[in-house]
């Protein structure tokens, strides 16, 4: 069983430019979440996907970071403008479902260096 | 609003040492607890899955143990090798619905370094 995709596996870009990533979840699985890891700190939800419709966004910098998953399989993430505080690895993770029970599979991760 | 803290930030030791991590989290109201490894520029890979009702799991030479009612966990790794080095995350799952369904509050990890 193919695992989590993701892609660029690096990206470095100045600041104030935009930034696009993309991930692709394992077959069937309805949920997909993106994190943000920062160095030395644990990955941090910034949305939730059950299909294509969001369940959760409330840690993501609206202002700045969008996420679409239009089909209910790939999704991308977008930071326009970036800021040096992006600079993170973003993760993307699928489960069956959103249910409790449901374990999250983690792709490699995207990181970013916004200079 | 849940928070998830991890002791030590980062441990050395000698290959065949017996170690433990630990992990603590404010809000005991967990529907379960997992342990992660993350290796340099590799995603996360689950190690053991502790249901909020479970006292401990066991993976080979791996231990995790919950107490939910203090808000602790520990990893216990057996005879650590080289290989062990990596980052260890744990996380929690709440026992809430609405948004907070399925959502994993993690820890900052323990940079493991087992040298031979």
């Known amino acids: 069983e193919a695992g989590v995709a993701q892609s660029p596996r690096y990206k470095i870009i100045e600041k104030r430019q935009s930034v696009a990533f993309w991930c692709n979840p394992i077959s069937g699985h309805a949920t997909l979440y993106w994190y943000q890891q920062i160095l030395g700190q644990g990955p941090k939800l910034l949305i939730q996907f059950q299909n294509n419709g969001v369940v959760d966004d409330s840690q993501l910098p609206k202002d700045r970071f969008s996420a679409e998953r239009l089909k209910g399989v790939d999704s991308t993430l977008k930071i326009q403008p970036a800021k040096l505080e992006d600079s993170a690895v973003y993760l993307c993770?699928?489960?069956?479902?959103?249910?409790?029970?449901?374990?999250?599979?983690f792709g490699p991760g995207t990181r970013l260096t916004v200079l | 609003k849940q928070e998830v803290t991890q002791i030590p930030a980062a441990l050395s030791v000698p290959e065949g040492e017996n170690l433990v991590l630990n992990c603590s989290f404010t809000d005991s109201a967990i529907y379960n607890l997992q342990w992660f490894r993350q290796d340099p520029g590799k995603g996360l890979t689950s190690l053991l899955l502790i249901q909020s009702s479970q006292r401990e799991q066991t993976s080979g030479r791996l231990n995790a143990s919950l107490d939910k009612s203090s808000g602790r966990s520990t990893l216990y790794i057996a005879a650590s090798q080289p290989g062990d080095s990596a980052t260890y995350l744990c996380a929690v799952r709440p026992n809430a619905g609405g948004t907070s369904y399925g959502k994993l509050t993690f820890g900052q990890g323990t940079i493991l370094t087992v040298h031979p």
């Open positions: 993770a699928s489960s069956l479902t959103r249910g409790r029970s449901n374990e999250q599979f």
